[in-house]
């Protein structure tokens, strides 16, 4: 079984900056693409970016020139910079990657916390 680790979320003021990153327990093949999820208080999860094996990158309108995903293919790892963060960005954020065969992880998610 993989396990998906996140780390790097925290409380912040409104305009602040982020950087969470994700990273496997064990090495995983095959990777199809990884993303990030978040959901906030009272909503469904929604996708806030992806990026594939082959470094195709897609965001949420919400997000898009804010934040900004990158990937170490090798390394399974993938990150999130977040900057100018404003209270709708609150939330915990999730790490998801998935895998040629139909496999889906999820990690534990860490929470991002915007005061205004």
């Known amino acids: 079984q993989v396990q998906l680790v996140e780390s790097g979320g925290g409380l912040v003021q409104a305009g602040s900056s982020l950087r969470l990153s994700c990273t496997t327990s064990?090495?995983?093949?095959?990777?199809?693409?990884m993303a990030w999820y978040r959901q906030a208080p009272g909503q469904q999860r929604e996708l806030v970016a992806g990026i594939t094996s082959s470094g195709k990158i897609s965001y949420a309108n919400s997000v898009e020139g804010r934040f900004t995903i990158s990937r170490e293919n090798v390394e399974n790892t993938v990150y999130l910079e977040m900057n100018n963060l404003n209270p709708e960005d609150t939330g915990v954020y999730y790490c998801?990657?998935?895998?040629?065969?139909?496999?889906?992880?999820w990690g534990q998610g860490t929470q991002v916390t915007v005061s205004s």
């Open positions: 998801n990657l998935q895998a040629w065969g139909g496999y889906d992880y």
């Open positions: 064990r090495r995983v093949i095959d990777v199809n693409g």
